[in-house]
T-cell receptor, first 112, second 117 residues
Framework: RKEVEQDPGPFNVPEGATVAFNCTYSNSASQSFFWYRQDCRKEPKLLMSVYSSGNEDGRFTAQLNRASQYISLLIRDSKLSDSATYLCVVNIGQTGANNLFFGTGTRLTVIP | GAVVSQHPSWVICKSGTSVKIECRSLDFQATTMFWYRQFPKQSLMLMATSNEGSKATYEQGVEKDKFLINHASLTLSTLTVTSAHPEDSSFYIC?????????????FGSGTQLSVL
């Protein structure tokens, strides 16, 4: 079983739509969670960290459900510029090097 | 914010040649850097962890003699793809963290697209 699993999509949504992505993780000891955005042939960039209480940054809302071991990302009022691949990243909590696991990414295309 | 610089951005080389990719942390010291490979429409696959002053830790299935990693200073790690073949063509990307804290975010280099003819 993969450490982190995401629906690869693609999600094709019209401009202005609300879209949500989920990401499940297998290790219950996971401690930190992140959403990264990656444009084609570019490096991933941190979109937001995911806190236990949930957090919001403008049109983006991230939530964590420890009981069900998943995190979510909600994008409201989608813009064309939101088209990208969204990577779920989970830190399984062991201090040190090899403790980050990436999901395969969910591809979003916002259509005019 | 922290910056990680990666060079070159694009490499086209003949089969059998070696290619060196550099990853530099510009405004912080990185005792640990990570090297990933990404094939089209796939996620990042961790290849190895580069440790300053010691040997790199390779992930299962990654040939250490083919992918040589050197982390000679606190701000520079290099990945050398030796005797590159067409199947090594991929997007290689490095990352670094300021600390080992579990909530520390990663800073990524801009990636290197390697094409082996």
């Amino acid at each position: 079983r993969k450490e982190v699993e995401q629906d690869p999509g693609p999600f094709n949504v019209p401009e202005g739509a609300t879209v949500a992505f989920n990401c499940t993780y297998s290790n219950s000891a996971s401690q930190s969670f992140f959403w990264y955005r990656q444009d084609c042939r570019k490096e991933p960039k941190l979109l937001m960290s995911v806190y236990s209480s949930g957090n919001e940054d403008g049109r983006f809302t991230a939530q964590l459900n420890r009981a069900s071991q998943y995190i979510s990302l909600l994008i409201r009022d989608s813009k064309l510029s939101d088209s990208a691949t969204y990577l779920c990243v989970v830190n399984i909590g062991q201090t040190g090097a090899n403790n980050l696991f990436f999901g395969t990414g969910t591809r979003l295309t916002v259509i005019p | 914010g922290a910056v990680v610089s990666q060079h070159p951005s694009w490499v086209i080389c003949k089969s059998g040649t070696s290619v060196k990719i550099e990853c530099r942390s510009l405004d912080f010291q990185a005792t640990t850097m990570f090297w990933y490979r990404q094939f089209p429409k796939q996620s990042l696959m961790l290849m190895a962890t580069s440790n300053e002053g010691s040997k790199a830790t390779y992930e299962q299935g990654v040939e250490k003699d083919k992918f040589l990693i050197n982390h000679a200073s606190l701000t520079l790690s290099t990945l050398t793809v030796t005797s590159a073949h067409p199947e090594d063509s991929s997007f290689y990307i490095c990352s670094a963290r300021r600390s080992r804290a579990t909530n520390e975010k990663l800073f990524f280099g801009s990636g290197t697209q390697l094409s082996v003819l």
